[in-house]
Nanobody
Framework: QVRLVESGGGLVQPGESLRLSCAASGLLVGFWDMGWYRQAPGKQRELVAFRTTLNKITYADSVKGRFTISGDNTKNQLILQMNNLKPEDTAIYFC????????WGQGTQVTVAS
């Protein structure tokens, strides 16, 4: 049974950083296309960053240069390092395994406010 559990969210001030983790069980992160998505109140869920098994990485334009997606195969986790956070980054962040249909985590709340 596949399970994805996000952690690392919280309340931070603009300009600060957070590191999100997605702990996977039932699959190996190094063998799946995986990504991070987010959903702000009243908005549709959107792609933040995605990494394929061939290490092709895609970022949303709004996070390029500030966010970095990576995998930790020893811990079987997907990581999202978020720097220079802005209020518009406030959302629930979700981890997904798979490019089409796949598996979703339950999400972790990120709030950026002064």
């Amino acid at each position: 049974q596949v399970r994805l559990v996000e952690s690392g969210g919280g309340l931070v001030q603009p300009g600060e950083s957070l590191r999100l983790s997605c702990a996977a069980s039932g699959l190996l992160v190094g063998f799946w296309d995986m990504g991070w998505y987010r959903q702000a109140p009243g908005k549709q869920r959107e792609l933040v960053a995605f990494r394929t098994t061939l290490n092709k990485i895609t970022y949303a334009d709004s996070v390029k240069g500030r966010f970095t997606i990576s995998g930790d195969n020893t811990k079987n986790q997907l990581i999202l390092q978020m720097n220079n956070l802005k209020p518009e980054d406030t959302a629930i962040y979700f981890c997904k395994a798979g490019s089409q249909d796949g598996y979703w985590g339950q999400g972790t709340q990120v709030t950026v406010a002064s």
